[in-house]
């Protein structure tokens, strides 16, 4: 029920985002199509990715930082951007279970 696509957006599920055709980049490139996530406004992403067994947390304080021209500080930071470090967090454990296998 959770994880039903809802029928005018498939990205959506009932409280989760689903990884429907790679369409959100804070999965991460290598998110299988069977992940699912939630983010949270003061900077927490969950990734849960059932054909890899993985359940990835990023807990940051994005939100609470200085405001600076209307931004947040914690914008500037590479935790802030959820893709790139859920990338590296799949990159870490895959190579770590196949080592010589390239992604």
Do not use: Q
């Not at 490139?29 to 900077?43: P, Q």
């Not at 940051?60 to 802030?80: Q, V």
């Amino acid at each position: 029920l959770f994880l039903t696509p809802y029928a005018y957006d498939p990205t959506y599920g009932l409280g989760w985002r689903l990884n429907h055709n790679k369409s959100l980049s804070w999965f991460g490139l290598y998110a299988s199509d069977e992940a699912y996530g939630h983010t949270g406004w003061t900077g927490t992403c969950t990734v849960i990715d059932p054909k890899y067994s993985m359940a990835i947390t990023l807990l940051t304080n994005k939100r609470h930082t200085p405001c600076i021209n209307g931004t947040f500080d914690g914008e500037k930071y590479e935790t802030g951007k959820y893709g790139k470090i859920m990338t590296l967090v799949y990159e870490s454990m895959l190579l770590h279970k196949h080592p010589s296998k390239k992604l």
